[in-house]
C-alpha cells in the first residue's frame, strides 16, 4: 500500500516573538529562523519517519530545492513534484510566542498553480487501495479526491487550513478519514464538542472515519462501530506548528501498518508531543524509534 501526499511545499519564515502582533502595533522580533515547511511537507515526512512508503506531489518554484532536498533526505519519494516556471515557492510567515503558541500567514505561490493535466499524470502511478494524503494549502482538492477515488483509492483528509469553499465540497463524501482538529470539525459540522462533531460527521458520511484531536482532552476516534480515544503527555510546549502534521503522519502509518487504533492513537499522541517540545516544523518530527522508546507521563 503506497501513500501519496499531494501537499504543499512552503519555506517557513519563523519569528519568535512576546506575543501576536497587534493590529497597528510593531513589535521586535526576538529570533528569526527558516524552516523547510508546508503541511503538505510536514506530513511527508512524518509518515517516512513513522516508516511509512511515501511519495510527495505538488508544486514548487525554482527556489524549491532545498525543500525537494529535505524530502529525499528523509527518504520520501518526489518524482511527483513539479516546477512552475512563473511563479516562487510558496512560504509562510510564523510568530511563535513565549508560550510555544503560533500564529500563520500562508503565501501558495506555485502551490496554487496546479494543472488538471498535473493531476491525471501524478495519479495514473496510483490505484486500488493506495492512499491519497490531502490538505488545504493547494489548489484542486475536489477534484483530486474526485479523481483518485475513481481509481479506487482510499482518501485521507486533513482540511487544514479549513474554509468555507472546502467546507461546501460535495467530494467530502469520499473520504475514508477525517483527520482534524475541534476548529475544522465545528466548521464542517456546526457542533463544538468533540462527540457530537463525530457524530454529525458520521451522520453525513457514514462509511468514513473519524479521528479528532481534541488539544488538552487528547484525541477521539470513530467510525461506525468503533470508538477510541488516547489521552495527552507532560511535555514542555516549545513550537506547536508541526504538531497537528505529525499525529497525521503517524496516525497514516500505522493504518498501513495494520496496527489496533488504540495502538495507532497512542503512537501519533506520543509522537506529536515530542514534536510541541522542540523549534521548527518539519525539523520537530521525530522518527519512529524514538517514539518507539520514549516514555512520557500520560496527563489524560
Not at 9 to 23: C, K, S
Amino acid at each position: 500500500m503506497k501513500i501519496l501526499c499531494y501537499g504543499s511545499l512552503n519555506v517557513d519564515h519563523v519569528y519568535g516573538v512576546d506575543h501576536f502582533v497587534r493590529g497597528g502595533e510593531t513589535i521586535p522580533s526576538l529570533s528569526r529562523e527558516l524552516f523547510c515547511g508546508g503541511k503538505g511537507l510536514n506530513q511527508s515526512v512524518a509518515l517516512a519517519r513513522a516508516g511509512g512508503e511515501v511519495y510527495h506531489a505538488g508544486k514548487v518554484g525554482a527556489d524549491g530545492g532545498m525543500l525537494l532536498d529535505r524530502l529525499r533526505q528523509n527518504g520520501v519519494n518526489v518524482d511527483h513534484v513539479s516546477v512552475s516556471a512563473d511563479l516562487p515557492t510558496g512560504h509562510a510567515v510564523i510568530q511563535v510566542d513565549a508560550k510555544g503558541q503560533n500564529c500563520i500567514i500562508v503565501c501558495a505561490g506555485a502551490n496554487g498553480s496546479i494543472t488538471e493535466q498535473e493531476m491525471d499524470e501524478v495519479l495514473s502511478h496510483f490505484g486500488q487501495g493506495d492512499i491519497l494524503l490531502l490538505q488545504n494549502e493547494i489548489n484542486g482538492i475536489g477534484t483530486l479526491m474526485r479523481k483518485a477515488y475513481g481509481r479506487g483509492m482510499q482518501i485521507a483528509l486533513n482540511p487544514s487550513p479549513i474554509d468555507r469553499k472546502l467546507a461546501s465540497l460535495e467530494e467530502l463524501r469520499y473520504v475514508t478519514w477525517f483527520i482534524l482538529n475541534e476548529v475544522e470539525g465545528c466548521e464542517l459540522t456546526g457542533q463544538r464538542e468533540g462527540a457530537e462533531i463525530c457524530s454529525a460527521l458520521l451522520q453525513k458520511y457514514p462509511r468514513a472515519r473519524v479521528v479528532l484531536t481534541l488539544g488538552k482532552k487528547g484525541c477521539l476516534y470513530r467510525d461506525g462501530e468503533k470508538t477510541a480515544a488516547h489521552g495527552i503527555y507532560d511535555v514542555p510546549v516549545v513550537d506547536t506548528t508541526a504538531a497537528g502534521d505529525t499525529f497525521t503522519g503517524y496516525f497514516l502509518a500505522g493504518v498501513t501498518d495494520g496496527l489496533p487504533v488504540e495502538r495507532i492513537l497512542e503512537l501519533a499522541s506520543k509522537a506529536s508531543s515530542l514534536a510541541v517540545s522542540r523549534r521548527g516544523a518539519a525539523d520537530s518530527i521525530p522518527a519512529r524509534a524514538e517514539v518507539e522508546a520514549c516514555a512520557l507521563a500520560l496527563l489524560g
